[in-house]
């Protein structure tokens, strides 16, 4: 068993029988048919990978959308969009089409932020030019980029990266995060942003944290977590690697096709969550 997908199965675990839920409270969350959506949850759930012994953060009990998740990080950091027709004809993605403001935007959030503030140039040059400073950090919770427009108020929210010994180490700060969903996928998707950053500034990727404020599971979604965990994981730490084209070193320089994931093979079938918006 890998150490993500123990992790997930004792957090899964933990919040099923815990007593915190949304129920019988108002909440901004509605599936489809317009039904809200509540929650078991835990907060301050905290997790650490030390990439360089080969601790994935992927899991293997179903299987995670590595590559579009990814894909999202590139529209995020290299394109610095919040456009929506970009990330489809460009990246072939359409799931943030839920929370289209109306302009085929998602409003000033995102890449809007990155690019409105110069947060990748910035990051990229301090790490470069002082890389033991104790400022490299990328927020994208602007309130002034918040209170401008409509939009999905950003989860994973905001990256620390600190310089150890020829090793970038990197910390994901969100404040909420879909466990069974998202969560999977935030975590590969921002461990890929650390490689390329890495590269482009001369240093190995070390550990990896993930903080997250609010762990939860949506009401629609507990029977496919109960499935998930009767599951045997495939796969254990060291062998499933994410590698990165060595012959590339600019970080605006890097696409998917320069990302290879070897020795996953997830538990089949995968399993279908509804959407909460």
Not at 17 to 43: F, Q
Not at 60 to 85: C, F, H, M, P
Not at 177 to 205: C, F, T, W
Not at 231 to 237: I, S
Request: hydrophobic share 35%; proline share 4%.
């Amino acid at each position: 068993m890998t150490i993500a997908d123990n992790n997930f199965k004792d957090l899964c675990s933990s919040i099923l029988s815990s007593d915190n839920n949304t129920l019988g409270e108002k909440v901004r969350p509605k599936y489809a048919d317009g039904t809200e959506s509540h929650t078991k949850y835990l907060n301050q759930v905290f997790e650490k990978y030390d990439l360089s012994k080969g601790e994935l953060p992927i899991l293997t009990l179903r299987q995670v959308a590595w590559k579009s998740g990814i894909k999202e990080i590139l529209w995020i950091y290299q394109d610095q969009s919040n456009n929506l027709d970009l990330l489809k004809e460009k990246h072939n993605i359409t799931w943030w089409d839920e929370w289209d403001i109306g302009d085929r935007t998602i409003g000033q959030r995102y890449g809007a932020t990155v690019k409105k503030y110069n947060l990748m140039n910035n990051l990229l040059d301090g790490l470069i030019n002082q890389p033991y400073g104790r400022r490299h950090i990328i927020n994208l919770y602007q309130e002034a980029d918040l209170s401008s427009s409509k939009g999905l108020y950003p989860c994973a929210m905001e990256t620390q990266w600190s310089v150890r010994k020829g090793y970038l180490d990197m910390t994901l700060i969100q404040r909420s995060s879909d466990v069974p969903v998202a969560n999977a996928i935030n975590k590969i998707q921002y461990v890929a942003l650390q490689m390329m950053v890495a590269r482009h500034v001369g240093l190995e990727p070390g550990v990896f944290c993930h903080y997250v404020n609010n762990a939860h599971i949506y009401d629609r979604h507990i029977s496919q977590v109960e499935e998930l965990l009767k599951r045997e994981p495939q796969g254990k730490d060291g062998d499933i690697k994410l590698v990165l084209n060595p012959e590339k070193t600019n970080f605006y320089d890097f696409t998917i096709d320069d990302f290879t994931m070897e020795n996953y093979s997830p538990v089949k079938p995968n399993l279908k969550f509804e959407l909460a918006i």
